[in-house]
C-alpha cells in the first residue's frame, strides 16, 4: 500500500534542522547537464528507481515532493562524489544512504559525498518544494478562462525534470519510476501507468501509480485537473480533455481514438515488436508548446492539433492523424529504444516523422501521404538547408542546456526526407528489417546512430557506412542539373551534375529517379560524382521534358533544364483544351505534378525567373485548380511573391487579381469544401484592396458566406487582424464588435494578438515591452499568447514600424534561449527576421552577427532566418518589377 503524501512530508519535513556541514571534495561539474557528467555517471550508476509523491492543488505556486532515489554504483565510482541534478526549486531535506546531506545547491546540482557513498545499492531521499507557473517552468499550470477550471501538467524534455524533481537528468539513465499525487478531490491525474490505488481523503485524495518499465526522465510525465474522458472505448486509447471543451470533442475524438487504434497495430506488425507499454493514453493540453509530446504510455497533444479552431480541409485532418502517428510511432523509437544523447535526437524524431507517413500511406493510401509529404516536409527541410545556419543531422551538443538548438526542420524535416532516400536506396525488405533488429537489441535501453547502421548491414544490404558519413554527418545538400541533347528524335547525351549549395564543396551519394517525358519508363540512377553520364537514357526517344527526381526519392534542390522549363509551364493547366500526351501524363501523376510546380518556384527562389512569371503563371492555372493542397502551396508562394519580391506598378493588379480568384472560388456551390476553405485562407492572406477588404467585412456580418463552410473563432480572429494591420477605417469598430461577441478563453488570446498588428509606434511599444517581461513575472502573458501575436506584431507591410525592434528583438535572444520552450525561439526569429524586406534591415542583421562572443548556437538560428531575408534583397535587386 502507498503511503500518504501527508505522512511522509511530516515524517521527513524535520530532516532540515538535522542537516549538517559537508564539504566535498569534488567541484561543481557547472551549469546544465555536460557530455563528459553524462558519460561519467553512466558508467557508474545502473539499476535506477524512483519514488515520487507530490502534492498539486489550484494556484499554488510551488509543488512540495518527497522522493527516495534507489541506484548501485559501481566500485570504482566510488572515488569522488556524484553530481545528482536540481534547479528551479528549493532542497528543503536531503539524506544520502541514512547520512543527512546539506542542502546547497551548485549550478543546478547537489554533490553526493563519496565517502558517503557504497558500492552496491545506494538510496537518496529528499523533500522539495519545485516552481508552478503558466510558462517557464517544468511544471505548468493553464487557467482555463472558459470555466475557471485549473489544469497542472509536466513537460521534461530535454533535461527540464531537474526542474520538478531531484535526479540523474540524462536520457541514458533510464529508470524505474512509482508516482503518488495528492491533489483536491475531483481531480483525474494521468501518467505513464494507470492507476492501482486511489485513496479519498476529504477534499484531497491520492492517486498511486505503479513503477514504470525503464524510462528516460524526459518521458517521465503526468498531467491532473478536472480532465474528462471523452468516448472512452475498450480497445482504443482514452482521450482526456478540459471539462469546459467536452462538447467540442465528442465529434473528433472518436476519429483520433480509431487512426491511433490501427496505427498500433500496423506499427506492431511493422516492427515485430509489440506495443511497448502497458497502456496508452492521449492527453489534449491547451496551450501545449508542441505539437505533441509522446511520453511513454501517455501522449500529449496540443489541444487545437485534434480541435481545429479554423475550418478544416481534409489536409488539417491528414495532418492531425500526421501528428498522431508521429507521437504513437516514438512509443517504439524514442521510448523503447532512446537515443544515448541528444546529438543524436534525430533517431527518433526523424524516424517517427518518416514512419508516420509510412502508416498512413498504408491505412489510407487516397490520401496521397508522399504527396503530404513532399508538399509539406521538403520545402522546410529545404529552406534550412540551403542557409549558412544549417548543420549536419548528427550535432555536436556538448551540454544539454544546449539541446533545444537541436530542434528544427533539419531534424523533424530533412531526416525523414533522407531516410525515404535510405529506403529506397536498400530496399525495403533490408530497410525493415534494419529497423527490426535495432529495436530488438536494444529494447528498453538506449542506442547511437552507429548501431542504426549496423542493423541495417547487419541485413546484408549494401555498404552504408558511406552513405551515413555523408547524409548524416555532412551539413548542406547538393543542388543537381541535368544537360541533355537529342539527335534524329533520340536521346544522344544527358548528363546529371551535382555542387553544394553551400561554399563546403561536398558531393553526396544520391539514388534519384529520372523521369523522360511521354515515356512511361524511369531511369535509376546511383551515383556518388560530382558529374554522372547517363548512359542508360542513350536511344531512348527524345522527350518534351526531364525532370531528375521522379517520386521525390532523392534530397536536393533539382532544377529543371532551361528547356524543359518551359514545357512544364505550359504542360500544368489540368482544362486546357487539346491536352498533349505529355500533358496528359503530368496530369495523371499528382505528385510528379507537384513537385514540377515546385521546380518552377525553385527557379524563382534561386533569382533564375522573374517572381512576376511565376505570379502571372500561377493566377493563369489557379482559376482552374482543382487539387486542393497543391492549390494552397501555389497560393501560398503567389502571396509570398506579392508580399516579399515584387515591388513595382504590376504588383497591385496582380494582388486585385488573386482577390478576385479567391473571392469567387470560395463561393462556389460545386467545389469541395477544402478548396473553398482554402480559397477563403487565400483571400484572408492576400486582401488588401479596398474590394478585398470589403469582402472581409461581408464575410465577418454574414452578408457574404462560404458555402457549406461554418466560419470558427480563429477564421474570424484572423478576418479581423488582417484589417487591423491594413489600418482599415472600421477595424477598430469590427474589433470591439467581435470582443464583446466572443468572450471565450481562447477569444480572448486572439484579441489581444491581433491587436499587436495595430500599425502605430504606441502599440508596437507597448506589446513589444510585454515580450520583454520574464515567464516568471506575474503580469506576463502565457507563451502561446505571445506567439500567437508575433506575427501579427511583425506584419509585412509595418516594416517601418517593426524594423526599429530588429536589434533589440535580437539582443533578447540569449534570454529567450535560457527561458522559453524549444521552439519559441525560431518563432521568434522567424517573425522578427522575416517581417523585413530591406537593404537596411539586412544591414542591422548583419552588424549583429559581426559582434564577437555571440553565443555559436544563436549565431546559426540567426542565419537561418536572414537567408529569407537576403534572398528577398537579391530576388528584388535583380528583378526590380
Excluded at 116 to 141: C, D, P, Q, V
Excluded at 402 to 423: C, E, H, M, R
Amino acid at each position: 500500500m502507498a503511503h500518504s503524501t501527508a505522512s511522509r512530508f511530516t515524517i521527513l519535513a524535520g530532516m532540515a534542522m538535522m542537516a549538517a556541514t559537508i564539504s566535498s571534495v569534488a567541484q561543481s561539474p557547472g551549469p546544465g547537464i555536460s557530455h563528459e557528467l553524462a558519460i561519467n555517471r553512466a558508467a557508474r550508476v545502473s539499476d535506477l528507481h524512483y519514488a515520487l509523491d507530490l502534492a498539486v492543488k489550484p494556484h499554488a505556486d510551488t509543488m512540495p515532493g518527497m522522493e527516495t532515489i534507489r541506484f548501485t554504483l559501481t566500485a570504482s565510482g566510488l572515488a569522488t562524489d556524484l553530481p545528482l541534478d536540481y534547479r528551479d526549486g528549493t532542497l528543503t531535506t536531503a539524506t544520502l544512504n541514512g547520512q543527512t546531506l546539506p542542502t546547497t545547491l551548485t549550478d543546478g546540482h547537489l554533490l553526493l559525498p563519496a565517502k558517503f557513498l557504497h558500492a552496491g545499492e545506494n538510496k537518496f531521499e529528499a523533500t522539495f518544494a519545485s516552481r508552478i507557473a503558466t510558462a517557464g517552468a517544468a511544471i505548468t499550470r493553464y487557467e482555463d478562462k472558459d470555466d475557471g477550471s485549473e489544469y497542472i501538467y509536466s513537460l521534461f524534455v530535454p533535461m527540464d525534470a531537474s526542474m520538478a524533481f531531484p535526479c540523474f537528468d540524462q536520457p541514458d539513465l533510464k529508470a524505474r519510476f512509482t508516482l503518488s499525487v495528492n491533489t483536491p478531490s475531483g481531480w483525474n491525474v494521468i501518467a505513464n501507468t494507470a492507476f492501482d490505488l486511489f485513496t479519498s481523503m476529504g477534499t484531497v485524495q491520492q492517486t498511486h501509480f505503479p513503477e514504470t518499465q525503464p524510462i528516460s526522465t524526459y518521458l517521465f510525465a503526468f498531467a491532473a485537473g478536472p480532465w474528462v474522458s471523452v468516448n472512452p472505448t475498450p480497445g482504443k486509447p482514452n482521450v482526456y480533455v478540459r471539462k469546459s471543451q467536452v462538447k467540442r470533442a465528442e465529434p473528433e475524438v472518436p476519429q483520433l481514438q480509431d487512426i491511433t487504434a490501427r496505427g498500433m497495430a500496423w506499427l506492431a506488425d511493422y516492427f515485430q515488436q509489440p506495443f511497448p507499454f502497458p497502456k496508452y493514453d492521449i492527453v489534449l493540453i491547451p496551450g501545449f508548446p508542441f505539437g505533441g509530446m509522446e511520453h511513454a504510455g501517455e501522449t500529449f497533444l496540443r489541444e487545437d492539433v485534434v480541435l481545429f479552431r479554423t475550418a478544416p480541409t481534409a489536409a488539417d485532418r491528414f495532418g492531425r492523424n500526421i501528428t498522431t502517428l508521429h507521437e504513437l510511432t516514438h512509443q517504439w523509437f524514442g521510448d523503447l529504444v532512446t537515443m544515448r544523447w541528444f546529438d543524436d535526437l534525430w533517431l527518433k524524431e526523424g524516424f517517427a516523422q518518416y514512419m508516420a507517413y509510412r502508416c498512413l500511406d498504408s491505412l489510407q493510401p487516397a490520401d496521397g501521404a508522399w504527396k503530404h509529404f513532399y508538399e509539406d516536409i521538403k520545402p522546410q527541410a529545404y529552406g534550412i538547408d540551403e542557409t549558412q545556419g544549417t548543420t549536419p543531422i548528427f550535432q555536436n551538443i556538448p551540454n544539454l542546456k544546449d539541446a533545444k538548438s537541436a530542434y528544427g526542420a533539419i531534424v523533424y524535416q530533412k531526416t525523414p526526407a533522407v531516410l525515404k532516400q535510405l529506403n529506397y536506396f536498400l530496399g525495403e525488405d533490408h530497410f525493415r528489417d534494419g529497423l527490426r533488429i535495432y529495436l530488438k537489441e536494444h529494447a528498453y535501453a538506449n542506442a547511437q546512430w552507429s548501431d542504426l547502421i549496423a542493423a541495417f548491414e547487419k541485413t546484408g544490404s549494401k555498404n552504408v557506412q558511406a552513405w551515413a558519413k555523408a547524409w548524416i554527418l555532412q551539413r548542406g545538400m547538393p543542388e543537381v542539373n541535368v544537360e541533355w541533347g537529342c539527335s534524329d528524335g533520340k536521346i544522344a547525351n544527358m548528363k546529371l551534375t551535382q555542387h553544394d549549395v553551400l561554399p563546403d564543396g561536398y558531393v553526396w551519394p544520391m539514388s534519384n529517379e529520372i523521369v523522360m517525358g511521354i515515356s512511361p519508363d524511369t531511369i535509376r540512377v546511383n551515383w556518388s560524382t560530382a558529374e554522372y553520364e547517363v548512359k542508360e537514357a542513350i536511344g531512348k526517344p527524345c522527350p518534351y521534358i526531364v525532370f531528375t527526381n521522379n517520386d521525390d526519392y532523392g534530397y536536393g534542390r533539382f532544377l529543371l533544364d532551361p528547356q524543359s522549363a518551359d514545357r512544364t509551364a505550359s504542360s500544368l493547366n489540368p482544362m486546357r483544351d487539346n491536352l498533349s500526351a505529355t500533358d496528359m501524363m503530368v496530369m495523371s501523376h499528382p505528385l510528379l505534378r507537384s513537385m514540377l510546380w515546385g521546380a518552377l518556384w525553385d527557379n524563382v527562389h534561386v533569382a533564375n525567373s522573374s517572381p512576376r512569371s511565376y505570379a502571372d503563371l500561377a493566377l493563369r492555372e489557379l482559376t482552374f485548380e482543382h487539387d486542393e493542397t497543391l492549390f494552397r502551396v501555389i497560393a501560398g508562394h503567389t502571396i509570398t511573391a506579392l508580399h516579399s519580391y515584387i515591388t513595382g506598378p504590376s504588383r497591385t493588379p496582380l494582388v486585385a487579381q488573386l482577390e478576385r480568384i479567391a473571392t469567387e472560388r470560395m463561393q462556389q456551390q460545386g467545389a469541395a469544401p477544402g478548396m473553398r476553405i482554402n480559397n477563403f485562407r487565400a483571400l484572408t492572406g492576400i486582401a488588401e484592396t479596398p474590394a478585398g477588404r470589403d469582402t472581409l467585412k461581408q464575410l465577418l456580418s454574414g452578408s457574404l458566406k462560404v458555402p457549406g463552410v461554418e466560419l470558427r473563432q480563429l477564421d474570424r480572429w484572423n478576418l479581423i487582424g488582417r484589417l487591423i494591420s491594413l489600418n482599415d477605417p472600421d477595424a477598430a469598430q469590427i474589433f470591439a464588435a467581435e470582443q464583446q461577441r466572443d468572450k471565450s478563453g481562447d477569444g480572448q488570446k486572439y484579441a489581444w494578438s491581433v491587436q499587436a498588428g495595430v500599425p502605430t509606434a504606441e502599440a508596437k511599444e507597448k506589446y513589444f515591452a510585454q515580450y520583454l517581461l520574464p515567464p516568471t513575472d506575474p503580469t506576463a502573458k502565457p507563451e502561446d499568447w505571445i506567439t500567437q501575436s508575433l506575427r501579427p506584431f511583425n506584419s509585412w507591410n509595418q516594416s517601418a514600424f517593426t524594423e526599429p525592434y530588429l536589434r533589440r528583438a535580437l539582443d533578447q535572444l540569449p534570454e529567450i534561449k535560457r527561458d522559453r520552450k524549444i521552439f519559441f525561439l525560431g518563432a521568434w526569429l522567424g517573425a522578427f527576421i522575416g517581417g523585413q524586406q530591406s537593404p537596411a534591415a539586412l544591414t542591422a542583421v548583419r552588424d549583429w552577427l559581426a559582434q564577437p562572443n555571440i553565443d555559436p548556437d544563436l549565431r546559426l538560428k540567426v542565419l537561418e532566418s536572414a537567408d529569407e531575408l537576403e534572398r528577398t534583397v537579391r530576388i528584388r535587386q535583380r528583378f526590380p518589377d
